[in-house]
C-alpha cells in the first residue's frame, strides 16, 4: 500500500513509459514491492533469490510474475524509483533519538576487483581503480559516502547516502555534494576531510558548522608523544564540544 501510493504520487515520474507497452500486466509496483518484501521479511539480497521466492510461495498474490531475465531486467530499469524512494524513506522514518546537531561521515569500497595489476570486467562505466587505505590494497570499484545522524548506543542513521567511483577522492566528493547543503551541525571524520581553509571561522560563524578529524602523526614522532596528543583531543572535545579548545 505505501509503495502504490508513493509511486502513484511521485515514483512514475522517475520511471515513466513512452511505449506501446506503457501498462504492462506486471506492474512496476508489484516489481519494488518484491523486492523489498524478500528483502525486509526473508532477508533475500541475491535477486535470484528473491526471484526464486516470489516464484514459490508469492504465485497467489502475483499471478503475472514474468521470467526471471524480464524481472531483472525491470528492476534494473527502476535504479532511478530506487533512489527517490531510498530519499523518502530516509527522511521519513528518522528515529526520535537521532542527535541532529551530531553527524558522522565516512566511505566505505565497494570492491569488484581487487588486485594492483588487475583490470575491472564488471560495470566498467561507474567504476574506476582506487586505494583503499583501511585494506591498504587497490582495487576497482565504488564508494559508498555516508552522511549519518548519531545515535547514542547504536550504530548511526544514515542522513545521506550517494555512490561513486573509487577513485573519487572523499573531501571533494563532500565539498561538492553536500558542503553547500548543511548547517547547524557538529560533523566527525577521519583524516581525509581535515581541510582547515574549507571550514574556516566563516562556516563556523554563518552556518554554525565544525568538522573534528584526528590529529595527524608527525613523522619520527615517539609513540608516547602520539598517544599524549590523542589524549589532549579526546578530553577537549569531551569537555568542550563546540569549541574544542582544553
Not at 193 to 212: G, H, T
Request: aromatic share 14%.
Amino acid at each position: 500500500m505505501y509503495i502504490c501510493d508513493l509511486y502513484d504520487r511521485e515514483l512514475k515520474y522517475y520511471c515513466q513509459r513512452y511505449s506501446n507497452n506503457s501498462n504492462p500486466a506486471f506492474t512496476d509496483r508489484e516489481i519494488m514491492t518484491i523486492y523489498l518484501f524478500a528483502g525486509h521479511c526473508q532477508k533475500y539480497f541475491r535477486i535470484r533469490d528473491i526471484y526464486n521466492f516470489a516464484s514459490e510461495y508469492l504465485s497467489s498474490w502475483f499471478p503475472k510474475l514474468p521470467s526471471y531475465q524480464t524481472f531483472n531486467l525491470r528492476l534494473n530499469r527502476l535504479n532511478e524509483a530506487f533512489r527517490v524512494l531510498s530519499t523518502r524513506l530516509i527522511s521519513s522514518f528518522i528515529p526520535a533519538d537521532c542527535n541532529k546537531g551530531i553527524s558522522l561521515v565516512d566511505s566505505l569500497p565497494i570492491i569488484t576487483c581487487a588486485g594492483r595489476n588487475r583490470q575491472g570486467k564488471v560495470a566498467r562505466e561507474i567504476t574506476a581503480r582506487g586505494y583503499c587505505s583501511t585494506k591498504n590494497m587497490y582495487c576497482y570499484g565504488l564508494k559508498l559516502h555516508a552522511l549519518t545522524l548519531r545515535r547514542e548506543g547504536t550504530i548511526p542513521f544514515p542522513k545521506s547516502l550517494m555512490v561513486t567511483s573509487a577513485e573519487d577522492n572523499d573531501l571533494t566528493v563532500f565539498k561538492q555534494a553536500r558542503g553547500d547543503y548543511i548547517s547547524d551541525t557538529v560533523i566527525f571524520g577521519d583524516k581525509i576531510y581535515s581541510d582547515f581553509e574549507y571550514f574556516n571561522d566563516d562556516k563556523k560563524q554563518n552556518r554554525n558548522i565544525e568538522m573534528y578529524t584526528p590529529v595527524k602523526a608527525i613523522k619520527g614522532q615517539a609513540e608516547q608523544e602520539r598517544q599524549r596528543q590523542k589524549l589532549i583531543t579526546t578530553c577537549s572535545l569531551r569537555l568542550f564540544p563546540k569549541s574544542g579548545n582544553p
